[in-house]
């Protein structure tokens, strides 16, 4: 089927603003990182002041109600990063359909798109996470990576829209790799928590604006537990796959070797915290691992080594 440049166009400039418009948030959720959460700062210094001087003074309760003023307008700003983020991942979709359709295939056939399907994912993944827990503040944290695999993907990674190899046409390209994706990119999200977790509980004079430990903890686990199945059936497709493209289910090429590693890190992780009561630190350095793991499958393995999973179209 021919290629329709004009929505290949139209997907290319959704997919340059979505960036932006991550950026921009990134810079807004840097702001409510770096200026809000003082209140309790604020009414610990009223009491000293009231149990120091009986009350008070007009000049002293100017001085710590600034802080908290400031903490209301970071709220606001904090708001408005989430408002810029779902704009963001509209425009991010917007981009992925209009690829889709220009291509009349699913848009994750190569590096570029599989990045940008594993972005969006990993941000869908985020302000799921903003709907449980109060760590809106951490959005610079998260869309970091997202925003440096975007740019990546856009000026390193970026492919012209055409037709897949016929190797990749199958209905298994829809199946086997969008689970992939949705796996790898929804373990982004914990990946990011444990780092920040073991900051906090080890440097934590460095640490002073992240939440609880505990907070980190819980986000970690609960993201792996929805994510380990996803990823898990995208292992378990691509074997099926494999059977009937290159008639056996299982040949340790590099892709593969890797992508198993990971998936029994995670196990380990989830494992350990089900059964042996690991948590914490060593829980956390665990999932760092497992993210360290889906990295290294994602760049080196796609991009350096040579094998049946060679695909990567740059």
Known sequence: MDINATLSSYSDWCY??????????????????????????????RELVTAGAGGPSDEVTEAVEEPTDRRGRAERIGKLAVSLTVFGVMLHFAALALRGLATHRAPWGNMYEFGATLSIIAVITWLVVLRKYPVRHLGVWVLLPVTVLMFLGGVVLYTTAAPVQPALQSYWLVIHVFAIATGSGMVLVPGVVSVLYLLKVRKPEWATRLPAADVLDQVAYRTTIFAFPIYTAGVIFGAIWAESAWGRFWGWDPKETVAFIAWVVYAAYLHSRATAGWRGGRAAVINVVGFVAMIFNLFFINLVTTGLHSYAGV
């Open 16 to 45: 340059g603003i979505a960036v932006g418009a991550y950026v921009v948030a990134m810079l807004f959720y840097l702001y409510e990182q770096a200026f809000g959460h003082k209140e309790r700062k604020a009414v610990r210094a």
